[in-house]
C-alpha cells in the first residue's frame, strides 16, 4: 500500500483484506479473554429453572435464515412433554448458540436438532452430516487449541466448544462428542426437573 505505483483498486482490496484479518485477530482476543473469565473459579451463574423446548425453538429460529442460504436443511424434533432444567439462562443459551453456529459452519445439507427425556435427563443432541473424522478427534475436540480438521479451521481460535464444555460442566451438565453412522452429533444432558 505505501508504494506509490499502487493503483488505487489495489490500494482498496489490501485495505479490505488488512480490515478482515484484524476483525479475525479481534475475535481471536475477545475468545481468550472470555475463556480465561469462564476458567476462573468466580465466573458468576445465575441459575434459574427454565423450559428447554421454548428456548431450542428460539435459537434454531435466529439460525433459519442463514440455513436457508448455505441450502443447509433444518429439521426440530422436540419432545411434546416440557423439559425444565436448572442453568444460567443467558449461559445456557451461549452453549446452543455456539453448538448451532458450529453445525452451521460444517454442515454439508442437513441439520437436526433434538431433544427428548430419557431416564430422568433432558437430552439435546445437534446433529449434522459433515465430513467425518476419527474417534481420536472425538477425544480431543473439546480441548482447546486443538488442530483437528473435524473442528478446527484457520478462521476460527475454535474456542467455541472448549467453551461450550466449561460452561456446560460449570452448570452440572454433560456434553458429548458422538459418531452416529454418518452423522456427527453433540449431545448435552441435564437432570430434567
Known sequence: MQDEQTKPAEREEYLQIIQKRARVLQGFIQ???ELSRIEGENYPLLFDLIQVQNTLSEVVVAYYHEFEKMHITVEV??????CSIIVDKIQFNRILN???QNALKYSKSHFVLKQYILDGECIIQFQNDKDLGTQDDLKNI???FYTGDLSRNNQSTGLGLTIS???????????????????FVIELRWKSK
Open 142 to 144: 473439546f480441548d482447546r
Open 77 to 82: 424434533i422436540l419432545e411434546e412433554k416440557q
Open 98 to 100: 455456539n453448538l448451532v
Open 165 to 183: 464444555k466449561i460452561l456446560t460442566e460449570k452448570m452440572k451438565g454433560s456434553i458429548e462428542a458422538i459418531l452416529d453412522e454418518k452423522l
Open 31 to 33: 475468545d481468550f479473554y
